[in-house]
């Protein structure tokens, strides 16, 4: 079993090590745990499909995880631990290699037993080669191995060594690549930069107040119409998805030639829904002995646990515990999750998401057709309660927009393309190779799309649908957008403390498109606000001292662009849900400009978070909406529609 090979473009392709599949299993029968022809067939479809007799017996829930680690020990001689997770590990003798290494070698030393020989808990057949290794490694040849089931192992090992793997999970990228890390909110260039131009600014107010003031409104309203009329043209290049996938190449795949597929599932305090996320992740159409699903559950978070024992998911959901640690963010769970992955693509799903049951497969498709440069691909996101109330209808309009529209505009431009939280699917070693996800930005998935985009691979988007809940409440809703807004003045300080390299690594045009849409957006919500009141006064309060500071021809360019602006914005609000055929939601395209307003509160909310709380995660709540039942068949139409819109 190789640790790792590398193609001929020089990516490294890394394995853990899984069971020989040649593993005898005839103790099941003789035990009675299963029939000769259970045995039998699951035998000749793990030939067939490339993966374990284990793997197909415990996927059709046959058996259970401590039958293999009994089966295992009784054909190859061992003893054999269960449960390792209640195992007591001792630190002296598993501390002497770094946890990744155990998890990638499929061993680790448990302790010393009464005849001063070490117990070695392993799910990898004990042959001359792993003996050699373990003895090697050990400084001894008295060694028992043990056998124990695999997802047990890994847990072990997460426990055993918690306070580092929340350490790794955390401060990885910073370490490797503190340039790239929200680690550190500014730099210390950037500390003295901003220092000097604010002083400069409070000066040049004090001596030339009009003036000044005057150049600082038209700057805002310049920005605010660049922004937006750059957003507006990207998105006229987006009235097509780019990685339209051939429903053909789609029916072709067979089992056999599918890859493993990890699904990573964060949750937090989300014990509410946890019945509902095997439900929807149960719909996906990829074969149980290749889709691994991985529920990233918090330490201290024994009711949503708890809440996954009660619905005794399949085999393939492991439930995986993410150790303590700071900052206790999404991000960083994902990092842990990553590190016990086995498969060779990777997707993240939100609790309370409903992806198209064909969506993984039509992602192989994507990768395979792509090439090694397509290193992510981003299915787009609706919603499946968009009528529940006017907050619901607003947030329909806009993920219209930016999925169908402006993520496929960047796509075809060839520009950075800023990920969504969820339904990004990920080639697993190009995953590594960006360092996994950065635990102090808030708005991971946009840095790590930008990340991408710096080391020259491409990142797109395919035609597939994942469902999930809008946001009811506007306090909900506030603490959301605020992260999110907050996450995007993260990654442009991270990409501007050099702004060079990511010039000459990504070009000139893309670092633009970078500026614009990650640091153009949180001044756009920014100066909403500020627009808004100040034209208000300009046109309705004409006898308004301010009229009389501020001439009318900066007044009247200001409105111009405000009114610009807003158009453009209301236009492309229209669009979307012309191809997801939710032609009701068209008229409320016209309350964009007011639903603005809650994005300028949320963009001051981020502004003051990232001063005071930069790495603070502000959770928001699922589960809220009344439209979660009953709703299944409408959505699965609404899908359709979208996926067959020319």
Same mark, same amino acid.
């Given at each position: 079993m190789a640790d790792g090979t590398t193609t001929a473009d020089g990516w490294v392709t890394t394995r853990s090590f899984v069971p020989s599949l040649d593993d005898d299993f005839s103790w099941l029968v003789s035990s009675g745990a299963v029939t000769e022809e259970q045995l039998a067939d699951a035998e000749r479809r793990a030939a067939e499909e490339h993966t374990t007799t284990a793997t197909i017996l415990l996927n059709d829930e046959v058996i259970r995880e401590e039958h293999v680690a009994r089966a295992r020990a009784a054909a190859w001689g061992t003893t054999c631990i269960e449960n390792l997770r209640t195992e007591r590990i001792d630190p002296a003798l598993s501390r002497q290699r770094a946890w990744r290494e155990y998890i990638r070698r499929g061993w680790l030393p448990v302790r010393r037993l009464d005849d001063g020989s070490i117990l070695v808990a392993t799910f990898v057949r004990p042959t001359d080669e792993l003996r050699a290794e373990v003895v090697t490694e050990l400084g001894t040849s008295d060694v028992t191995f043990a056998a124990t089931a695999r997802w047990g192992f890994r847990q072990a090992v997460l426990r055993t060594f918690a306070d580092t793997v929340a350490d790794d999970a955390a401060n990885s990228l910073g370490r490797s690549d503190p340039l790239h890390s929200a680690q550190t909110t500014m730099s210390m260039p950037q500390k003295i930069g901003f220092g000097i131009a604010l002083v400069a600014l409070v000066v040049l107010l004090f001596l030339w107040p009009i003036p000044v003031l005057v150049w600082v409104i038209g700057a805002m309203s310049v920005a605010f119409l660049l922004a937006t009329a750059f957003k507006f043209f990207i998105s006229l290049r987006g009235s097509d998805l780019v990685e339209r996938i051939d429903a053909e190449k789609v029916a072709a795949l067979t089992d056999e030639d599918l890859p493993v597929y990890t699904v990573l599932v964060p949750v937090f305090r989300e014990a509410n829904i946890v019945g509902q996320l095997l439900g929807n992740l149960g719909r996906l159409d990829y074969p149980k002995h290749k889709l691994e699903v991985l529920i990233l559950v918090e330490e201290e978070d024994d009711e949503t646990q708890q809440a996954i024992l009660d619905t005794d998911p399949p085999h393939n959901f492991h439930t995986i515990v993410i150790p303590k640690g700071q900052p206790q963010t999404k991000p960083r769970a994902c990092n842990v999750g990553l590190e016990v992955a086995t498969g060779e693509y990777l997707v993240i799903y939100d609790a309370e998401d409903r992806p198209d049951p064909d969506q993984l497969k039509k992602a192989v498709?994507?990768?395979?057709?792509?090439?090694?440069?397509?290193? %992510?691909?981003?299915?787009?996101?609706?919603?499946?309660?968009?009528?529940?109330? %006017?907050?619901?209808?607003?947030?329909?309009?806009?993920?219209?927009?930016?999925?169908?529209?402006?993520?496929?505009?960047?796509?075809?431009? *060839?520009?950075?393309?800023?990920?969504?939280?969820?339904?990004?699917?990920?080639?697993?070693?190009?995953?590594? *190779?960006?360092?996994?996800?950065?635990?102090?930005?808030?708005?991971?998935?946009?840095?790590?799309?930008? *990340?991408?985009?710096?080391?020259?691979?491409? %990142?797109?988007?395919?035609?597939s649908v994942t469902l999930e809940e809008a946001n009811t409440s506007i306090p909900n809703f506030i603490r959301q957008r605020s992260r999110w807004i907050k996450g995007y003045m993260q990654t442009s300080l991270v990409?501007?403390?050099?702004?060079? %390299?990511?010039? *000459?690594?990504?070009?000139?045009i893309p670092f633009l498109a970078f500026a614009l849409l990650i640091a153009g957006t949180p001044l756009t919500f920014l100066g909403v606000i500020p627009s808004y009141l100040a034209t208000i006064v300009s046109v309705w309060i004409r006898d308004a001292p301010l009229t009389e500071l501020i001439p009318y021809w900066v007044m009247w360019t200001m409105l111009f662009n405000f009114l610009i602006g807003n158009v453009l914005m209301v236009y492309v609000n229209m669009m979307g849900p012309f191809k997801r055929g939710q032609f009701h939601l068209v008229p409320w395209a016209l309350l964009n400009p007011v639903y603005w307003i809650l994005h300028s509160i949320a963009a001051y909310k981020a502004l003051w978070q990232l001063i005071t709380r930069p790495h603070y995660w502000e959770k928001t709540h699922h589960g809220l909406t009344t439209q979660k039942g009953g709703a299944a068949d409408d959505d699965v139409d609404r899908t359709a529609a979208y996926v067959s819109a020319p």
């Amino acid at each position: 079993m190789a640790d790792g090979t590398t193609t001929a473009d020089g990516w490294v392709t890394t394995r853990s090590f899984v069971p020989s599949l040649d593993d005898d299993f005839s103790w099941l029968v003789s035990s009675g745990a299963v029939t000769e022809e259970q045995l039998a067939d699951a035998e000749r479809r793990a030939a067939e499909e490339h993966t374990t007799t284990a793997t197909i017996l415990l996927n059709d829930e046959v058996i259970r995880e401590e039958h293999v680690a009994r089966a295992r020990a009784a054909a190859w001689g061992t003893t054999c631990i269960e449960n390792l997770r209640t195992e007591r590990i001792d630190p002296a003798l598993s501390r002497q290699r770094a946890w990744r290494e155990y998890i990638r070698r499929g061993w680790l030393p448990v302790r010393r037993l009464d005849d001063g020989s070490i117990l070695v808990a392993t799910f990898v057949r004990p042959t001359d080669e792993l003996r050699a290794e373990v003895v090697t490694e050990l400084g001894t040849s008295d060694v028992t191995f043990a056998a124990t089931a695999r997802w047990g192992f890994r847990q072990a090992v997460l426990r055993t060594f918690a306070d580092t793997v929340a350490d790794d999970a955390a401060n990885s990228l910073g370490r490797s690549d503190p340039l790239h890390s929200a680690q550190t909110t500014m730099s210390m260039p950037q500390k003295i930069g901003f220092g000097i131009a604010l002083v400069a600014l409070v000066v040049l107010l004090f001596l030339w107040p009009i003036p000044v003031l005057v150049w600082v409104i038209g700057a805002m309203s310049v920005a605010f119409l660049l922004a937006t009329a750059f957003k507006f043209f990207i998105s006229l290049r987006g009235s097509d998805l780019v990685e339209r996938i051939d429903a053909e190449k789609v029916a072709a795949l067979t089992d056999e030639d599918l890859p493993v597929y990890t699904v990573l599932v964060p949750v937090f305090r989300e014990a509410n829904i946890v019945g509902q996320l095997l439900g929807n992740l149960g719909r996906l159409d990829y074969p149980k002995h290749k889709l691994e699903v991985l529920i990233l559950v918090e330490e201290e978070d024994d009711e949503t646990q708890q809440a996954i024992l009660d619905t005794d998911p399949p085999h393939n959901f492991h439930t995986i515990v993410i150790p303590k640690g700071q900052p206790q963010t999404k991000p960083r769970a994902c990092n842990v999750g990553l590190e016990v992955a086995t498969g060779e693509y990777l997707v993240i799903y939100d609790a309370e998401d409903r992806p198209d049951p064909d969506q993984l497969k039509k992602a192989v498709v994507a990768f395979q057709d792509g090439g090694e440069e397509l290193v %992510v691909v981003q299915a787009a996101l609706n919603y499946f309660n968009d009528s529940e109330n %006017v907050l619901t209808r607003m947030f329909t309009l806009e993920y219209g927009f930016w999925f169908d529209y402006m993520l496929s505009g960047l796509d075809a431009s *060839r520009l950075p393309l800023p990920l969504g939280g969820t339904s990004n699917h990920f080639r697993v070693d190009g995953l590594k *190779r960006l360092g996994g996800w950065d635990p102090y930005n808030v708005t991971e998935d946009a840095d790590l799309g930008i *990340r991408a985009a710096a080391l020259g691979w491409r %990142v797109g988007v395919i035609d597939s649908v994942t469902l999930e809940e809008a946001n009811t409440s506007i306090p909900n809703f506030i603490r959301q957008r605020s992260r999110w807004i907050k996450g995007y003045m993260q990654t442009s300080l991270v990409h501007a403390r050099n702004p060079m %390299v990511l010039i *000459r690594e990504a070009g000139l045009i893309p670092f633009l498109a970078f500026a614009l849409l990650i640091a153009g957006t949180p001044l756009t919500f920014l100066g909403v606000i500020p627009s808004y009141l100040a034209t208000i006064v300009s046109v309705w309060i004409r006898d308004a001292p301010l009229t009389e500071l501020i001439p009318y021809w900066v007044m009247w360019t200001m409105l111009f662009n405000f009114l610009i602006g807003n158009v453009l914005m209301v236009y492309v609000n229209m669009m979307g849900p012309f191809k997801r055929g939710q032609f009701h939601l068209v008229p409320w395209a016209l309350l964009n400009p007011v639903y603005w307003i809650l994005h300028s509160i949320a963009a001051y909310k981020a502004l003051w978070q990232l001063i005071t709380r930069p790495h603070y995660w502000e959770k928001t709540h699922h589960g809220l909406t009344t439209q979660k039942g009953g709703a299944a068949d409408d959505d699965v139409d609404r899908t359709a529609a979208y996926v067959s819109a020319p």
